[in-house]
């Protein structure tokens, strides 16, 4: 029996999710499919746009086989440690053999140079991050800068343009982080990659177009999404999205969805007025410089997009931005995410949902895995030690959060994590 593992979002799911998983399958003749998702918390420090259960039941629909849940702290981390988690989890499974990821580049073998060479962090790489850090470039862009100044300094065979372009790409950057993470944790994960089709991460809705492409990218889909003004605009996605999504966000436009960061908005004010410039220094991703910006322009009366645009420098992106402020409002602090590591990342496989025909992958977790898994919320403390427990209550307070937000804006509620069942088709 072979496994592969991918680590997903789906937020949205969409046509080229449903690519990734075929395909997936198909490079590694793998018999199943394990994804690691994010819950209602993603990666670039923003909600998800539709509940962790809805977009489960899409993805065991689309040919997944198992999701997991990736615990909420690493979900809304930096990449580095968004990948850590998810590879720790994967790995802790002992039944997953390859580990399939989207790039922009579609070349493992590069992907691993590049992460090799960050990964080596040499002292003239090192010391030329530190100088375009204390330029005011953002970490991504003195990274992006520091690796093209450390390959120019040596003779070397690599392709420095290609490199470089890899630096630049959100799906090439996750990719190096996963093969970091494998070769950090010393796993026997065997790292593959598939090339994107046609949509760019970052592309856009625009108003003016009467259809998404078959291939769109979850940002295009959710800027369609939030400028309806009607469950009928939706068939503009029609053709980007598998039948049972498409009907599903035809049913459940403004019932259950969409969710944004606005709709979290009051809390966050709530959150940060009763913080000092000190106290928010806890937080993960929170500067002493960051917090003082934030004290210094804090509003009751601003918007989350005013908020995070006036927080905004040259050196500060939207993104970190984001992150810093969703950990806020989930209450994770520095001192608990670095507890979290030091106990080996992710110490627990939370299930949301499988297919019926594939229960018995559980079963084999169970014989070869090291970590308890975990189907009723209820149960988790008779499997769980202390340290543990502290990560499954942050999820558990996430996901509480965003029913309650999902509760005030539709009227429509959502059953606690004690309560909802795991999604079984």
């Given at each position: 029996m072979k496994i592969v593992g991918i680590i997903t979002e789906y937020n949205p799911f969409h046509n080229g999710h449903k690519y990734h998983i075929e395909e997936a399958k198909r490079i590694t003749g793998a018999d199943y499919c394990i994804a690691v998702m994010s819950g209602n918390f993603v990666q670039r420090g923003a909600p998800a746009i539709i509940d962790k259960y809805n977009r489960t039941r899409m993805a065991l629909n689309n040919g997944v086989?198992?999701?997991?849940?990736?615990?909420?702290?690493?979900?809304?981390?930096?990449?580095?440690?968004?990948?850590?988690?998810?590879?720790?989890?994967?790995?802790?499974?002992?039944?997953?053999?390859?580990?399939?990821?989207?790039?922009?580049?579609?070349?493992?073998?590069?992907?691993?140079?590049?992460?090799?060479?960050?990964?080596?962090?040499?002292?003239?790489?090192?010391?030329?991050?530190?100088?375009?850090?204390?330029?005011?470039?953002?970490y991504p862009a003195a990274r992006a800068k520091a690796m093209e100044g450390y390959l120019n300094s040596h003779n070397n065979t690599y392709d420095r343009d290609a490199i470089n372009q890899l630096l630049s790409e959100?799906?090439?950057?996750?990719?190096?982080?996963?093969?970091?993470?494998?070769?950090?944790?010393?796993?026997?994960?065997?790292?593959?990659?598939?090339?994107?089709?046609?949509?760019?991460?970052?592309d856009r809705y625009e108003e003016k177009n009467s259809q998404l492409s078959p291939i769109t990218s979850a940002t295009a889909l959710r800027d369609l999404i939030e400028t309806s003004l009607n469950a009928d605009d939706l068939i503009k996605a029609k053709e980007s999205i598998p039948e049972d999504v498409y009907q599903f966000l035809r049913l459940n436009y403004k019932v259950s969805y969409p969710i944004n960061e606005e709709d979290f908005n009051q809390i966050l004010i709530y959150k940060l007025l009763s913080e000092s410039n000190e106290s928010l220094t806890r937080y993960?991703?929170?500067?002493?410089?960051?917090?003082?910006?934030?004290?210094?322009i804090l509003d009751y009366k601003s918007s989350y997009l005013n908020l995070i645009q006036n927080i905004k420098t040259k050196n500060?992106?939207?993104?970190?931005?984001?992150?810093?402020?969703?950990?806020?409002?989930?209450?994770?602090?520095?001192?608990?995410?670095?507890?979290?590591?030091?106990?080996?990342?992710?110490?627990?496989?939370r299930v949301?949902?499988?297919?019926?025909?594939?229960?018995?992958?559980?079963?084999?977790?169970?014989?070869?895995?090291?970590?308890?898994?975990?189907?009723?919320?209820?149960?988790?403390?008779?499997?769980?030690?202390?340290?543990?427990?502290?990560?499954?209550?942050?999820?558990?307070?996430?996901?509480?959060i965003y029913n309650q937000a999902v509760y005030h804006k539709f009227k429509t509620p959502i059953p606690n994590e004690y309560q909802h069942e795991i999604v079984i088709i």
């Open positions: 086989d198992l999701v997991l849940e990736l615990p909420t702290c690493f979900a809304t981390a930096s990449a580095e440690y968004f990948a850590l988690g998810a590879v720790s989890l994967l790995n802790k499974l002992g039944v997953v053999d390859y580990l399939c990821f989207g790039s922009e580049w579609g070349d493992i073998e590069l992907l691993k140079v590049a992460a090799n060479l960050i990964a080596e962090e040499a002292d003239c790489y090192k010391e030329l991050l530190i100088s375009y850090i204390k330029e005011g470039l953002t959100p799906n090439n950057i996750l990719g190096i982080e996963y093969i970091k993470a494998i070769n950090r944790i010393s796993s026997d994960i065997i790292p593959v990659t598939i090339q994107r089709k046609s949509a760019h991460y970052h993960l991703d929170i500067s002493r410089d960051m917090a003082d910006r934030i004290m210094n500060l992106t939207l993104t970190r931005i984001n992150r810093a402020l969703i950990h806020v409002l989930l209450n994770i602090t520095k001192d608990i995410f670095q507890n979290n590591l030091a106990n080996g990342y992710v110490p627990y496989a949301l949902g499988l297919r019926k025909t594939s229960s018995h992958i559980i079963r084999e977790i169970d014989k070869q895995g090291n970590i308890p898994v975990i189907r009723k919320v209820s149960k988790a403390i008779k499997q769980l030690d202390d340290n543990s427990i502290t990560m499954l209550q942050e999820d558990i307070f996430a996901a509480h």
